[in-house]
């Protein structure tokens, strides 16, 4: 790789993320809405907050967090009176952010001389790889010089993303309809259509990718989302230190281009939900729908309740939802029975959702890792 060729890549990721930036800036100016152009100020401040900091690999390790906490900001001015803001977004909006997303992230996929300038792996710009690193060369380019040019193109492209997620968050955030009201027999003949996709994995993988499943299916009482952030980054790690069990941080031995592939394929595969016919009821509920569950009275005790999930079969989450609706019908009382319904069809279309997502975290993961060994 020589210097020019270097120089000519970042130019073409600088040139889209600043013709981005300056479209973002332009609507603000244009602008006639408070909350938009308040919400436009966040974005733009986020990415010059990052641009005023020392660059580091650490951006890419915060790229869960640091979106979220993009997006709930964003929220919290279209609602800012709601505990939970970022649950207000409608299930089928978000689907359709998600594609216009993965539309953009294809066309910078496509920029010339991206594939060469980011096929590199996230252990190169390691701190605790630097001193080898800058003692090495790549053709003509000192380590490093090369390390700093990789650090650029990770906050150009890193900056790029807040770009596109700021905007779709506020496309999202800014639609408000009267909600409908949807019974929750409804959404239990929806979901019960609803399948698991089959996933293909070697035996190994799938046993680590089954551990985990059953920590959501078995879980007795509602799963809190801080619990399955925790959970897929775990079957991230052991899917990764799997494929590199000689690497002292087997996350990091992914190759940048490989990793926005791979997140333009979850996008597209995501988004794409919105075209499943059984979910026509769910897309024009809001998240806080399915995600809103309070603690259900279950009719069995967690002792019994294994030997119950084995005796029904119960494998996936909308059959799980849809039984447990069938037994509380006929124990609870009636006047008490549709907030415990309700109850029943959050929890279970949520849960359903967060396996729906486990499975395809996996699958995305295990690609982006199987074909890649220390020594290439």
């Given at each position: 790789?020589?210097?020019?060729?270097?120089?000519?890549?970042?130019?073409?990721?600088?040139?889209?993320?600043?013709?981005?930036?300056?479209?973002?800036?332009?609507?603000?100016?244009?602008?006639?809405?408070?909350?938009?152009?308040?919400?436009?100020?966040?974005?733009?401040?986020?990415?010059?907050?990052?641009?005023?900091?020392?660059?580091?690999?650490?951006?890419?390790?915060?790229?869960?967090?640091?979106?979220?906490s993009l997006v709930t900001r964003i929220a919290s001015i279209y609602y800012p009176n709601e505990k939970a803001p970022v649950e207000k977004a409608r299930i089928g909006n978000v689907f359709a952010a998600l594609l216009e997303i993965n539309r953009q992230i294809l066309e910078v996929l496509e920029l010339p001389g991206l594939e060469l300038l980011t096929q590199f792996r996230l252990?190169?710009?390691?701190?605790?790889?630097?001193?080898?690193?800058?003692?090495?060369?790549?053709?003509?380019?000192?380590?490093?010089?090369?390390?700093?040019?990789?650090?650029?193109?990770?906050?150009?492209?890193?900056?790029?993303?807040?770009?596109?997620?700021?905007?779709?968050?506020?496309?999202?955030?800014?639609?408000?309809?009267?909600?409908?009201?949807?019974?929750?027999?409804?959404?239990?003949?929806?979901?019960?259509?609803?399948?698991?996709?089959?996933?293909?994995?070697?035996?190994?993988?799938?046993?680590?990718?089954?551990?985990?499943?059953?920590?959501?299916?078995?879980?007795?009482?509602?799963?809190?989302?801080?619990?399955?952030?925790?959970?897929?980054?775990?079957?991230?790690?052991?899917?990764?230190?799997?494929?590199?069990?000689?690497?002292?941080?087997?996350?990091?031995?992914?190759?940048?281009?490989?990793?926005?592939?791979?997140?333009?394929?979850?996008?597209?595969?995501?988004?794409?939900?919105?075209?499943?016919?059984?979910?026509?009821?769910?897309?024009?509920?809001?998240?806080?729908?399915?995600?809103?569950?309070?603690?259900?009275?279950?009719?069995?005790?967690?002792?019994?309740?294994?030997?119950?999930?084995?005796?029904?079969?119960?494998?996936?989450?909308?059959?799980?939802?849809?039984?447990?609706?069938?037994?509380?019908?006929?124990?609870?009382?009636?006047?008490?029975?549709?907030?415990?319904?309700?109850?029943?069809?959050?929890?279970?279309?949520?849960?359903?959702?967060?396996?729906?997502?486990?499975?395809?975290?996996?699958?995305?993961?295990?690609?982006?890792?199987?074909?890649?060994?220390?020594?290439?």
């Open positions: 790789m020589s210097l020019l060729n270097l120089a000519r890549g970042f130019l073409h990721i600088w040139k889209s993320r600043d013709a981005r930036q300056k479209q973002v800036e332009k609507r603000k100016d244009e602008s006639i809405l408070p909350e938009e152009i308040q919400a436009l100020k966040v974005v733009l401040e986020t990415c010059a907050s990052y641009g005023s900091q020392k660059i580091t690999y650490q951006e890419v390790l915060h790229f869960l967090p640091d979106t979220l252990r190169e710009v390691h701190p605790a790889a630097a001193a080898k690193n800058n003692s090495e060369r790549s053709g003509w380019v000192p380590g490093f010089i090369l390390r700093r040019v990789r650090l650029r193109v990770i906050r150009v492209l890193w900056n790029q993303w807040l770009l596109l997620v700021g905007e779709a968050a506020i496309k999202v955030y800014a639609e408000h309809q009267v909600d409908e009201v949807i019974e929750p027999e409804t959404l239990l003949d929806e979901m019960d259509q609803l399948q698991e996709e089959e996933i293909y994995l070697p035996g190994e993988i799938r046993d680590i990718v089954e551990e985990s499943r059953r920590n959501i299916i078995f879980s007795v009482k509602p799963l809190p989302w801080v619990n399955v952030k925790s959970l897929y980054i775990s079957l991230a790690e052991n899917i990764a230190w799997f494929w590199h069990p000689h690497s002292s941080k087997p996350l990091y031995e992914v190759r940048i281009y490989d990793l926005l592939k791979g997140l333009s394929g979850y996008l597209q595969w995501t988004g794409q939900l919105s075209q499943k016919p059984m979910l026509n009821k769910m897309l024009s509920l809001r998240v806080s729908h399915i995600t809103g569950a309070r603690e259900i009275a279950l009719p069995f005790s967690e002792n019994k309740f294994f030997g119950w999930i084995e005796k029904y079969q119960v494998g996936r989450a909308a059959k799980w939802s849809k039984t447990i609706f069938k037994t509380l019908q006929k124990k609870q009382p009636a006047i008490l029975f549709r907030d415990v319904a309700i109850g029943v069809v959050k929890e279970g279309g949520k849960r359903w959702l967060i396996l729906y997502l486990h499975d395809k975290i996996a699958a995305e993961t295990n690609e982006l890792y199987k074909t890649r060994s220390l020594g290439e």
